[in-house]
């Protein structure tokens, strides 16, 4: 069975789905996404997802096509769909379809796209083993909040580490690690303390970030929101990520230093297990 896809209002074989040829999103990158978690056939803080998609969207000018209600509806019924119950679902909204043009067109209706990968996440092998990350320069536009489809930077990077046998890349900018090509970065002090760069333009606010931190607070884990350096990386106790499609992934290598035994950290365990029992917890999603 081919997957199914959502596309400008209508679901359809993935072979069927043609993004039109001057969809704005082709060709400038003039557009903005999302990606939720599904885990146990629920999607993992919807809510807070949608927000930050109505903010992607507000700073790009963009109208959103879609209630939070209606898009819940199309990301569960894709889902379901495709019969996923553990995975991501994708979705990128951009301006829509106009003869090119820089300035916003005047008539032009948002193009819409959602598709699922369905995946393991709570047994992925990376979380059992931890995995390795390489630097690299962040070579990124200011408006890094934004969750803007224009990635470029990003492919490089995460190509980079790839070809570097890593499975992530960190971007650095002044010294300071801003964050993952596609993650939040953490490092966890010898003193036992999480380090996280706090929001601003440099970052984006990312969902499982901000979920974690209320988590880590309740678990009595203390925080330290601050920029911190590659070297007191190399030297931390821990170091992990976090994303809506990995949840909380231990980080054992940093170019090439390895980070604490070289084993997934305790406090890292600790962290992933209680975002887990928090996304599988009967009504976190709100519905
Ligand atoms: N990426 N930082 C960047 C640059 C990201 O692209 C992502 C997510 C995150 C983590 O945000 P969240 O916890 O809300 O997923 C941080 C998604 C997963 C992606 O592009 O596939």
């Known amino acids: 069975m081919s997957r199914i896809v959502f596309l ?12 039109p040829f001057m969809d704005r999103g082709f060709l400038f990158g003039d557009g903005v996404y999302e990606g939720v978690g599904v885990l146990e056939g ?3 803080d919807n809510e807070a997802h949608l927000e930050r998609l109505e903010r992607s969207l507000r700073e790009v000018r963009i109208p959103n096509p879609y209630s939070r209600a209606e898009w819940t509806h199309l990301e569960e019924e894709l889902a379901r769909r495709n019969g996923m119950t553990e995975g991501f679902i994708y979705f990128q909204v951009t301006r829509g379809v106009a003869e090119r043009d820089f300035t ?18 709570v047994n992925a092998p990376a979380a059992a083993t931890g995995i390795a990350v390489i630097t690299v320069p962040d070579l990124r536009w ?17 190509q980079a580490a790839k070809e570097a046998g890593a499975q992530e890349a960190w971007m650095v900018e002044d010294g300071f690690v801003t964050e993952g090509g596609s993650s939040s970065g953490f490092i966890i002090t010898r003193e036992g303390r999480i380090v996280v760069r706090p929001l601003s333009n440099a970052i984006l606010p990312g969902i499982t970030r901000k979920a974690l931190l209320a988590l880590s607070k309740d678990a009595g884990i203390e925080l330290e929101e601050r920029l911190f350096t590659v070297e007191e990386a ?25 980070i604490g035994d070289g084993r997934p950290g305790p406090i890292t365990k600790k962290l992933r297990e209680i975002y887990i029992r928090m996304a599988t917890a009967p009504r976190m999603t709100a519905e």
Not at 104 to 121: D, L, Y
């Open 234 to 258: 190399y030297e931390a106790a821990e170091a992990f990520m976090t994303s809506a499609s990995s949840f909380v992934l231990p980080i054992v290598s940093i170019d090439g230093h390895t």
């Open 104 to 121: 916003f067109p005047e008539n032009a209706s948002p193009g819409v796209a959602m598709f699922t990968q369905a995946k393991p996440i």
């Open 142 to 158: 200011k408006r890094r909040d934004i969750k803007s489809v224009n990635l470029l930077a990003q492919v490089l990077a995460k």
């Open 42 to 44: 629920r999607l993992v």
């Open 8 to 19: 400008n209002g209508s679901f359809l074989p993935l072979e069927e789905a043609k993004v």
